[in-house]
């Protein structure tokens, strides 16, 4: 039984804000964080701080106090954030904090993330004629999975339409206006068979949770929240992840499998016992994935489950009550520290207009990035 | 009149000039696990051309123009043409990324066999007082004539 709490939350909104910089995002997001707790920056012992687009986001002290403390800057692609709560985490169950804050910010130029494939150890041929893209991945992927598995694309389509609806009752979300079904899907394709309304997109924003040794944290929050498990895996070989010119017919499972099975065991829990997920949602058809990845139905399952409303706030596992990243975008190094944001409102009651009904006990996140990461908490009352 | 001299993309990644045309992969020696590109020549790794047919794993279609760099297509939204890639499964029981020739999604479905060719990609005009280079790449192709694949 870990001995972790999270005392407060804080995020800045999600979009695009020109003229604000990604750290001020990020001090915005420790103070709401740091009221949220009832405490002072001064009394915030460590911290971890991650971006893509801020090379030395450590630097963001300089924003909220120059105490001194041991303050790290981390990053693990789209599964930042969950690096830094990780990383938090692990200093208070180790005893070199009581109190330890993590955050993180970003603010991405628009369009499909870049990169230098021959930096990440790929040949250069792969980027020159137009393969390194993750979203081929996602597109292949999916395109797969739903054939294998007899799942619709009409499937797609409820999933995004579900996503853009949750974000118009959250008004933190970047994306506000609702959606039809039928105008989804008559989208042009981006990557077949996800159309151009099936994608989350980079943008801005930030978010900060203040993490504190379990047995004080009643002296600080009247609502802490247990974080009962936080694990982040990285591939096995051959498993079939972003950015491989080649791979082995039968590889093994994603990553995601790997850190959800670690995350219920740390957890003392299993799928069934959750009552709200946040899963990553980079587009339609990772979310349906993830779903059964993560341990919540079998491969297939979700035709009929998300048809039923399984998925919706209303039903068995709402997912993605905040409008997921369909509806926020993705700040990287903020996207993950939204999730727990959401989850921690939602089992505190207050998520107002979004409110999953019946007094949800066990939370649960789950971030999936490149080059194959999966990484999950789960938070409970 | 000269030809165009055409040139692979890159070296050491398919057998070229050839009318049938093989990927380089390589053999790890202690695991026998296949991989391409092939490994570095210093690893000791034994080369392995690949098997030239295949069926497609999975596909999906490249709508917008990527990032430039790395792309070094057509970045033009005016002329820019979109495109398709995809996974074939080889007999030896390997899945090779590739782009594809055909990009309409009516055409193209999981299983269907495919075959690798080697198409042009650019042409290079890079040093001043050098004939200009067409650069080509491989690609998987649908063996079945066009239209003759039926839509899913």
Redesign the interface.
């Known amino acids: 039984m870990s001995n972790v709490s999270i005392i407060g939350a804080g995020l800045h909104p999600f979009g695009r804000f020109p003229g604000k910089q990604a750290m001020d995002m990020g001090a915005d997001a420790i103070r709401l964080a740091l009221a949220d707790a009832g405490i002072g920056w001064e009394q915030v012992q460590r911290g971890f701080a991650g971006s893509l687009e801020v090379s030395n986001p450590d630097a963001v002290v300089g924003k909220v106090g120059l105490t001194g403390i041991p303050f790290f800057g981390v990053f693990n692609g789209c599964a930042t954030a969950n690096t830094a709560v990780s990383m938090a985490a692990d200093a208070i169950e180790h005893g070199a904090a009581d109190i330890a804050i993590a955050v993180g910010f970003d603010k991405h130029p628009r369009?499909?993330?870049?990169?230098?494939?021959v930096a990440l150890g790929l040949?250069?041929?792969y980027?020159?004629?137009?393969?390194?893209?993750t979203?081929?991945f996602f597109?292949?992927?999916a395109?797969?999975y739903l054939?294998v598995h007899d799942i619709s694309a009409t499937t797609l389509a409820r999933v995004a339409a579900k996503n853009f609806r949750n974000g118009a009752r959250n008004e933190k979300a970047w994306r506000r206006t609702p959606m039809t079904e039928d105008e989804i899907l008559a989208a042009?394709?981006?990557?077949?068979?996800?159309t151009r309304f099936m994608y989350c997109a980079p943008n801005e924003g930030a978010g900060a949770v203040v993490l504190c040794r379990r047995d004080l944290a009643t002296r600080y929050s009247d609502q802490p929240i247990h974080l009962a498990a936080w694990a982040l895996r990285t591939r096995r070989r051959g498993a079939f992840e972003v950015q491989?010119?080649?791979?082995?017919?039968?590889g093994p499972p994603s990553p995601t499998v790997d850190a959800s099975r670690a995350a219920f065991e740390m957890a003392g829990l299993g799928p069934e016992d959750v009552d709200v997920a946040q899963l990553q949602d980079t587009d339609a058809g990772s979310e349906i994935i993830h779903m059964a990845e993560n341990g919540f139905c079998a491969d297939g399952d979700q035709e009929k489950l998300i048809a039923e409303g399984w998925t919706e706030i209303t039903g068995r596992l709402p997912v993605n009550t905040d409008g997921g990243l369909m509806a926020n975008g993705e700040p990287i190094g903020a996207s993950g520290l939204r999730q727990i944001h959401e989850i921690v409102l939602q089992l505190r009651g207050r998520a107002g207009d979004r409110q999953v009904p019946g007094r949800p006990r066990v939370g649960y996140t789950h971030l999936y990035g490149a080059p194959g990461t999966g990484a999950v908490t789960v938070l409970t009352v | 009149m000269t030809e165009t001299e055409t040139v692979p993309?890159?070296e050491r990644?398919f057998t070229w000039p050839s009318d049938e045309p093989r990927l380089i992969?390589s053999r790890h020696p202690a695991t026998g696990?296949?991989?391409?590109?092939a490994a570095d020549p210093a690893t000791g790794e034994e080369e392995v051309l690949l098997s030239r047919v295949g069926t497609l794993?999975?596909?999906?279609?490249?709508?917008?123009v990527?990032?430039?760099?790395?792309?070094?297509?057509d970045t033009d939204p005016a002329t820019f043409e979109p495109?398709?890639?995809?996974?074939v499964?080889l007999p030896e029981?390997?899945?090779?990324?590739?782009?594809l020739t055909e990009s309409d999604?009516d055409r193209l479905r999981?299983g269907q066999p495919m075959e690798l060719v080697v198409v042009p990609?650019r042409i290079d005009d890079g040093e001043p007082g050098r004939p200009d280079r067409q650069l080509v790449?491989f690609a998987f192709a649908p063996i079945a004539a066009p239209g003759a694949e039926v839509a899913r």
């Open positions: 369009g499909a993330f870049a990169g230098d494939p040949p250069g041929w980027g020159e004629t137009g393969l390194f893209l979203t081929h597109g292949m992927k395109n797969r054939a042009p394709y981006l990557n077949y068979p996800l491989s010119p080649s791979l082995p017919v039968d | 993309v890159a990644v992969a696990e296949l991989s391409f590109p794993f999975t596909w999906t279609t490249q709508a917008f990527p990032p430039s760099p790395p792309y070094t297509g495109y398709a890639v995809g996974y499964e029981g390997l899945l090779v990324e590739g782009r999604p999981i990609f790449t």
